[in-house]
């Protein structure tokens, strides 16, 4: 069993910068891999960015690469997604996943958090 809770949502003007937190319990967290997905009201919930149990690799829509970077660290059971020069199209409700059941950019996640807001204003 994994519990996920994000946090560091919030309102930005466009530009600026916000990091996503996302703590994880349970030993799962640390071979799995872990992805961010956001859903904006009356949108399906799209994949963000996902990296694998060790770092190794990771893997961005199309749309933040470049902006976001995903980020882990094991030790604490955290991941983490910095998202530079917002946009206000990035404005939506953001999701913490860990184990995939099929690919790492389909929202087929096994546990998922409670999501947090993250809100860009023009």
């Known amino acids: 069993q994994v519990q996920l809770v994000e946090s560091g949502g919030g309102l930005v003007q466009a530009g600026g910068s916000l990091r996503l937190s996302c703590s994880a319990s349970?030993?799962?967290?640390?071979?799995?891999?872990m992805g961010w997905f956001r859903q904006a009201p009356g949108k399906e919930r799209d994949f963000v960015a996902a990296i694998e149990w060790n770092g190794g690799n990771t893997y961005y829509a199309d749309s933040v690469k470049g902006r976001f970077t995903i980020s882990r660290a094991n030790a604490k059971s955290t991941v983490y997604l910095q998202m530079n020069s917002l946009k206000p199209e990035d404005t939506a409700t953001y999701y913490c996943?860990?184990?995939?059941?099929?690919?790492?950019?389909?929202?087929?996640?096994?546990?998922w958090g409670q999501g947090t807001q993250v809100t860009v204003s023009s």
């Open positions: 996943a860990a184990v995939p059941s099929g690919t790492y950019y389909e929202a087929t996640y096994k546990y």
């Open positions: 349970g030993r799962t967290f640390i071979s799995s891999t």
